[in-house]
Each structure stands twice: as structure tokens, then as C-alpha cells.
């Protein structure tokens, strides 16, 4: 194997232009990705997360920054390379019912992406393949001719990664795939992405704010907060040890079932400081219990603390 | 034409949807519960003459909720039997002038997506004076500082009252949104999906909020949710629904630690769970049935893993299981009121 590493991420900065100034989206965000694995991305809505995954799927372009894949820079990707690495890197959407174009058929969504690549000519290729991925993401043959508002929630899911599949790609960014489902779809489809890893060897970001769903499907979690890495682990040392106090306060505002064992509950104050000019300085200094002065001065840079633990705070916590 | 979209509450005492929090209700009269919804069925008319089809888990108890406030259009909705029982009045029969008394001041509504919900052409200080003028008939200047005083109890500082939605963040709406329901100190709350649409830490915060309001304003809560840990966490009586009916019912202890219902123990399943590993999540296998074509016998037949030849043809009747009001609508269990639990002799083996 070549000694870069699958994915990698560099400085990647991503800032919208807006009438009061640029809005930090991403900001010098840095991380690699080994093949086949899984990285979950956390963090509240807002936090850039989606427009991160969104950069590395090509759909966005970048600020600044490099995003090398197995050493080769995609962003600087064009034309017929840049349809090609469409081919390796797919994107599920978050929302199923405003991903899909309402005026085409099943059929016509999975195989648009097999026609335009011109992976398979013959029409009955392509109609074999259709089926194929159709039976392997679990949608009935029947459902071959209806538009998407015939179908509910969960089959829509299953179209949306149905048409990420079509290609057989590498790299699957997930943008929420199952935040918009019910518990009992989102075990179906969570199960689903689980086995087709297993089978192909797919490697997944996995953009969620549901911690739980992160702590079952990722192995290791980058855990953002205004457009910025706050810490990074793998799953295990993060749940057991989150270091942030982001993080923690994140952990403890899960909701737990267990009704036996009420957890003490830190409860994070205040709004998101707005990512349009962010002052120089933590930018989770407006809402942290253990904010000092340095904090206010300058921003925290990612420093690693034990094996493969890194946090971006100046008082990590034990 | 079988054109039939039930929302039965068969539970003798069932007061609420998938989570009720009951705890700090007060009633009318000591005795009498502060709501009783009985035997409601509610049918859908569409064009064509069939039924709509309400889909999903959500769907039909967010029906439920509107039945309740008396805000489901006729047509296409149709209330086709039952009684909703509030104070010892029964909702369905009252004229629309005295339900306009009741609706937003004794039973209000925080609803699902804080975005729809407010009037995005209008400072949010207004819609919540609205209601307080409307119910109370005071000034307008009077309302307003009624309305400052709501926006300081859900924190929300009073110079921004005169802002737009959309100058809020997502839980910022959803606290005014939550200040609108409680503006005329409800004696009923029901909160459709309040938090689904939040970020965690936000959800906490909004969560933490309400529990306190419950607590001061001894309001009751109906907490229409597919999150368990939100139930967890806010409620003290769940009843379980699926395809419109109730199928489990009890005290939240009775739910999270003995699930009867084999529907009940697929939903703990299928949630991740932060303190164990696994490889697969438990999967109910299948789709909710279509409502305008439910199965004859128990509607989670299809999708049940330990379903018998007799649940696809006979609808189950309730049981009593041990404990405070446990009750659960399978034929896995036979049982009456005297009796406590009893597992059908077919399964007992199992």
C-alpha cells in the first residue's frame, strides 16, 4: 500500500460571503481517514458539519485547504477527472423527501447516475444493475415505477443510498441519513449501511448530532463546534473520557433511557456565538463553566494528549 | 368501502398518547381525571372517497392531538364516535365559540417544527400577546407586558421582543413557541415532537425548561415523542400506539423495565445503546401497515416475530398485567382485571 494515508483532510477552510462578513463555516479543519473504516463527525446544527462532508464530496468548493485522496489533492480535481472521482466518492442526504427529484420514477433515480458515468451501455445492464442494488439496499421490485411521494420515509431512505450505491463507490459521505426516521426505520437502515461495509468495504463519514448512533456505527468521532475540531478519538476513549468540555457537556445531554440511574445533567447556557467574524479567542469561551482568561486571548490549537486523543482546549479535563 | 382510521384508546384509564405526563394534574373535581379520551375514531375523507392514509407512528398521534384541540377540518376529517372528556365535558359536542374558551387557554400546544409554526411576518412579542388579549380581554398594553413577562420565563431577553422569527435560532423559536402555549397558564400541555427538531444540547435545555414549567404552573403534559430518552426524562405514564391504537400502556416504570408487547420490547431494541456494544441493532422487520388498509386481526401482526395463526384474524383484547394500570392489548397475554398476568398457553413455551 502507498504511504498516504486514504483520506486527508488539510487546513480546510470553507467561509460564505455575507453582507456583515465572511461566516466562518469550516475553519482549518484537519483529520485523516483510513480505508474501510468509519469516522463519525458530531455537533450542532450549524456547526459546519454538513458543509465539511459536502467539500469532500465535491459538492461545495473550498476556501482553502487541501483534500487528499490517497495523496492526490481533489479539490484541484476538473472536468473528466472530476466526473470520475464522482465515481469513488457518493453522498446520502439527510432529508429523503427533499433529496429526491419528485418527478422521477425509482427506476430513473438509481439509474442516472449508471447512465451518466456510462458504467454500463446496454439497457439491459443497466436494468439488471438497477434491480441489483435495489434488492441489496431491500427496496421490492415492485417499487421500480412509483415517484418518491408514493413511498414513505424509511423506502425513500433506501432509494437515496440506493442511488449512492449505484456506482459501487469508495468513500460514502453520510449526511444524517437517519435523522429524519423513526427508531424502528433507523435500526433498518443503520443495519443496512452496517452489513453493505461488511460486504464491500465501503469507508463512511457519518455526520450525525445523535450521539448515541454515533457511539453504535463510528469508530472513531470528530466532535466540531463552530466550524472548528474540538476533539478527536476513538469512539471508546471519547465516550468514556471525553477530554472537551464541548464534549461533556454534549455526552450529558443525551437523553437515557435507563430510568433507574438519572445522571447528573450539565446543561450548556447560552446561544452558539454566530460564526460571522468570530472574535480571536475559544470560540467556546461564551458558553464554558471553565473559562479563564487565556481562553478569551487566543484560540486553542488541537494538541495530542495520550495515544490518539486530540483536544483543542487550553484546561483539558481529566 | 373499508375506509376506517381508528384511534381507539382502550385502555380503561388511558389518558394520552405514547408518553403522558400526568403527574402534576390537577383535576376538576379530586376524582375525575382532567382528560378521558374514549373509543375517538377519527376517518379521513379525501376526493376520490377513500380514506387518507395517515402514515406513520407520528402521523396518527399528532391526529390524536388535533382531535383533542379540536382542530381537525371537516372535511376531510371526519370524528366518527367516541368521547374526549375534559372537566366532565365532552369536547366533541361543545359548539366552536366555547371550544375558542378552551383552546390556548386551558389546552394549549407546543407543535413539532418551530419554523412553521410561528407567523414569520409578525414580531414574536405580538403572537404571543395575542393569545393573552384574546383570552383574558385586557389591553393591548397590558398583553404586552404579560407577553415580556413569558419571554423572560422561557429566558429570552425582553429587548429582542420585537425581533421576527427568523432572527431567532432554532431553540430560541421553539422557547416562543413554548411561551405562546403557556401564555394563559394551561391546565392541559400538549407538546407534539417539541425537541425532535433541536440539537442536543439545545433539546436539553428546552427539555430542562419544560419540566420546570410543568413543576410551576402544575400543568398537565401529553409528550407525543419517538424518543425514549425524552420520555425517560420528562414523563411519568407512556402508552405505546402503533397504526392508531394503543398496544401498551402503563406507568413508565411498568414500560422501561417489564415491555410486554412484543412491539414495546422491538422499539428498546432498536435503540443504540450508549452503555453496550453491539454488532446489529434489533430490527422490527416490515413497515407500518397503511391505515387505509389495516390487517383484520392486531395491526402489528405483519411485522411480529412471535405472531400466531389467531393474531392475523382476531383483534386482541386488553389485558391487565401486574403492576399500577399496566396494560397491554396482545394475545400473548390473557387476562382480566382480576387476574394478573397470564401468558397464552400457545406461548408459554417460548
Not at chain 2, 405514564?237 to 406507568?251: D, F, P, Q
Not at chain 2, 412484543?262 to 416490515?286: M, R
Request: proline share 6%.
Amino acid at each position: 500500500m502507498s504511504e498516504h494515508p486514504y483520506l486527508e483532510v488539510r487546513h480546510l477552510k470553507k467561509y460564505f460571503m455575507t453582507p456583515n462578513g465572511p461566516l466562518h463555516a469550516v475553519d482549518d479543519v484537519n483529520f485523516t481517514l483510513e480505508k474501510g473504516r468509519t469516522i463519525g463527525l458530531v455537533g450542532e446544527s450549524g456547526c459546519g458539519k454538513s458543509t465539511l462532508g459536502h467539500m469532500i464530496a465535491r459538492l461545495l468548493d473550498a476556501t482553502d485547504g487541501e483534500i487528499l485522496l490517497e495523496g492526490d489533492d481533489i479539490l484541484k480535481y476538473k472536468g473528466r477527472k472530476l466526473k470520475d472521482l464522482r465515481r469513488r466518492i457518493q453522498i446520502i442526504f439527510q432529508d429523503p423527501f427533499s433529496s429526491l427529484n419528485p418527478r422521477k420514477t425509482v427506476y430513473n433515480t438509481i439509474a442516472e447516475p449508471i447512465i451518466i458515468q456510462k458504467m454500463y451501455k446496454s439497457k439491459k445492464e443497466i436494468e439488471d444493475r438497477v434491480f441489483e442494488i435495489m434488492e441489496l439496499v431491500g427496496l421490492a421490485e415492485r417499487y421500480v415505477n412509483v415517484y418518491p411521494h408514493e413511498l414513505d420515509g424509511g423506502r425513500r431512505q433506501r432509494v437515496g443510498i440506493a442511488r449512492a450505491l449505484a456506482l459501487n463507490p469508495e468513500l460514502i459521505v453520510c449526511d444524517e441519513p437517519v435523522s429524519a426516521l423513526d427508531v424502528s426505520i433507523q435500526a433498518q437502515i443503520l443495519n443496512l449501511l452496517k452489513r453493505l461495509q461488511q460486504q464491500f468495504g465501503y469507508t463512511y463519514i457519518f455526520i450525525t448530532h445523535d450521539l448515541s448512533v454515533v457511539k453504535h456505527f463510528a469508530q472513531d468521532v470528530l466532535v466540531m463546534y463552530l466550524g472548528q475540531l474540538v476533539e478527536q478519538a476513538p469512539v471508546k476513549e471519547l465516550f468514556a473520557h471525553p477530554r472537551h468540555p464541548y464534549t461533556q457537556g454534549l455526552l450529558s445531554a443525551i437523553p437515557s433511557t435507563d430510568i433507574d440511574n438519572v445522571k447528573e445533567r450539565i446543561i450548556l447556557k447560552g446561544e452558539i456565538t454566530s460564526p460571522i467574524n468570530p472574535p480571536d479567542e475559544c470560540r467556546f469561551a461564551a458558553r464554558c463553566e471553565y473559562v479563564s482568561d487565556a481562553c478569551r486571548q487566543k484560540a486553542p490549537q488541537l494538541q495530542l494528549l495520550g495515544e490518539d486523543h486530540l483536544v483543542s482546549c487550553f484546561s483539558p479535563l481529566d | 368501502m373499508n375506509d376506517k382510521m381508528n384511534e381507539t384508546l382502550n385502555a380503561p384509564e388511558a389518558k394520552a398518547e405514547e408518553t403522558a405526563g400526568m403527574a402534576a394534574g390537577k383535576t376538576a373535581d379530586g376524582s375525575e381525571n382532567l382528560l378521558d379520551v374514549r373509543d375517538l375514531t377519527v376517518e379521513f375523507h379525501t376526493d376520490s372517497g377513500i380514506v387518507q392514509a395517515i402514515n406513520g407512528l407520528t402521523f396518527s398521534l399528532t391526529t390524536t392531538a388535533l382531535a383533542i384541540m379540536g382542530l381537525i377540518n371537516c372535511p376531510p376529517g371526519f370524528y366518527k364516535s367516541g368521547e374526549i372528556i375534559y372537566k366532565g365535558k365532552d369536547l366533541m359536542k361543545i359548539s366552536e365559540s366555547e371550544y375558542l374558551k378552551i383552546r390556548g387557554r386551558e389546552i394549549s400546544m407546543i407543535f413539532q417544527d418551530p419554523m412553521t409554526a410561528l407567523n414569520p411576518v409578525m414580531p414574536v412579542i405580538d403572537q404571543i400577546s395575542e393569545v393573552i388579549k384574546n383570552h383574558k380581554h385586557i389591553s393591548a398594553k397590558e398583553a404586552r407586558e404579560e407577553a415580556i413577562e413569558m419571554l423572560k420565563v422561557v429566558r429570552i431577553p425582553p429587548e429582542r421582543a420585537d425581533e421576527y422569527p427568523h432572527q431567532f435560532s432554532g431553540g430560541m423559536r421553539q422557547r416562543i413557541v413554548i411561551a405562546i402555549a403557556l401564555a394563559c397558564n394551561p391546565n392541559l400541555l400538549i407538546a407534539d415532537e417539541p425537541t425532535t427538531a433541536l440539537d442536543v444540547t439545545i433539546q436539553a435545555q428546552v427539555l430542562e425548561m419544560m419540566r420546570e414549567l410543568k413543576d410551576n404552573f402544575n400543568t398537565s403534559m401529553i409528550m407525543i415523542t419517538h424518543d425514549f430518552g425524552v420520555v425517560a426524562e420528562t414523563c411519568d405514564k407512556v402508552a405505546i400506539v402503533y397504526a392508531g391504537e394503543v398496544l401498551e400502556a402503563g406507568t413508565k416504570r411498568d414500560i422501561f423495565k417489564n415491555p410486554c408487547h412484543p412491539y414495546t420490547v422491538g422499539l428498546f431494541g432498536a435503540i443504540p445503546n450508549l452503555n453496550e456494544d453491539t454488532e446489529f441493532l434489533y430490527q422490527i422487520e416490515g413497515l407500518m401497515p397503511d391505515p387505509m388498509d389495516l390487517p383484520k386481526g392486531c395491526p402489528f401482526a405483519p411485522r411480529c416475530s412471535c405472531a400466531k395463526d389467531i393474531c392475523h384474524v382476531e383483534k386482541p383484547c386488553v389485558s391487565r398485567l401486574p403492576g399500577e394500570d399496566h396494560v397491554v392489548k396482545c394475545h400473548k397475554y390473557t387476562g382480566s382485571d382480576e387476574n394478573a398476568e397470564i401468558v397464552n398457553e400457545e406461548w408459554r413455551d417460548e
